[in-house]
């Protein structure tokens, strides 16, 4: 019979072993997967606070373009509102008020170089640039030559020129309206942002009236002392009637002449105001020439002819332009000019 291996009675059983390397790998991929939750979070708070940021640059921009249109805004009102009823403003008065307007752009417009436009704005940014530095140059022009416009010697050139910076003026309008404003809210749009959008900005308030030269004329001659400022009350011109050797013209049809030496223009003028009216011209436009002819004086509800020889004779059919330049004070002028077609043969 075989001896039994000796058992040590002092020795303990070992547990089962556990898996450590399992432990290790799953003790990894948990904190891997936490790292990773962290980071996404991470990037999309960043993402969040980016977007939250770009959002108040660019309603803070709107805002701040807001601003200075509506004080745009004001301005156009100071001014044209001057230029329609002057009162009593005597003319260093006026001048002065004027410059004032002046100053308040060439503010706007440094306002505007000063924007900080965030990176989606940057084109609308250089157009709303380009709109301030029009505005700018124009109001400086035109301050510039009230004086002289509303004196004696070069008051009709000084006059011509600010007509000039209206039409600058109103071009400014359009870039604003189609460009700037356009981009803006669209920007804004893009980016889910409302309530945000810029207002229209439209400085010359009436282009049909503010861009003729005899308009302006007439409402700088409405300023008191003027040279040739209007008498108080109602002043008014109209072009009653147009004939070219005794043949009436109609405006819209085409008239039929038969030349017979220099065709003679006569042209009926009616004082249709509450004064007497003197120095007023009668000019005929045909083919690029312009012929004139002064009433000395006209009196109330009275009606005057003058008679303009058409020299160069025309020949063919042509267009007259037959205009009565408006008086100091005359505030409708619709009435003051008239075109024909004739056929002369």
């Known amino acids: ?52 940021r770009q959002e108040r640059a660019l309603s803070d921009y709107a805002s701040n373009v807001t601003q200075i249109v509506d004080e745009t805004q004001q301005t156009s009102e100071s001014f044209f509102g001057k230029l329609d009823d002057p009162g009593s403003l005597s003319v260093t008065e006026f001048v002065g008020q004027v410059d004032s307007d002046r100053s308040a752009m060439e ?10 436009a965030p990176g989606d704005m940057a084109e609308a940014q250089r157009a709303l640039e380009l709109v ?26 000084a006059t011509a020129e600010i007509a000039d910076r209206m039409r600058m003026l109103m071009g400014s309008d359009v870039l604003y309206a189609a460009v700037v404003r356009a981009q803006i809210d669209g920007v804004l749009a893009d ?43 109602v002043h008014g011109l109209g072009l009653i009637g147009v004939s070219v050797d005794g043949v009436a013209l109609t405006a819209g049809e085409s008239t039929t002449i038969a030349v017979d030496g220099t065709p003679q223009v006569e042209v009926q003028v009616q004082n249709q105001g509450e004064s007497t009216e003197s120095g007023v011209t009668v000019s005929v436009s045909v083919d690029g020439n312009t012929l004139e002819q002064d009433i000395s004086s006209i009196g109330v509800q009275e009606t005057q002819s003058v008679t303009i020889p058409l020299t160069p004779a025309p ?15 005359e505030q409708v002028t619709s009435n003051n000019e008239a075109g024909y077609t004739v056929l002369f043969q």
């Open 132 to 157: 301030y530095t029009l505005r700018r140059a124009a109001m400086t022009d035109i301050a510039d030559r009230m004086s002289t416009a509303l004196g004696d010697a070069g008051s009709e050139r």
């Open 191 to 233: 980016n889910g942002i409302e309530g945000d959008d810029v207002p229209t900005s439209v400085f010359v308030p009436d282009e049909a009236k503010w861009l003729e030269e005899d308009a302006v004329s007439a409402a700088l001659g409405s300023v008191s002392g003027a040279s040739g400022a209007a008498t108080p009350g």
């Open 1 to 52: 019979m075989e001896d039994s291996p000796a058992v040590n009675p002092g020795r303990r059983a070992r547990p089962p072993r556990r898996p450590e390397r399992q432990q290790i790998l799953i003790r990894r991929g948990l904190a891997l997967g936490a790292g990773l939750l962290v980071l996404v979070l991470l990037v999309l708070g960043v993402k969040g606070c980016l977007n939250a």
């Open 315 to 329: 020949s063919g059919q042509v267009t007259l332009d037959v205009t009565v330049q408006p008086v100091p004070g």
């Open 107 to 116: 503010s706007y417009a440094s306002r505007v170089e000063g924007l900080d």
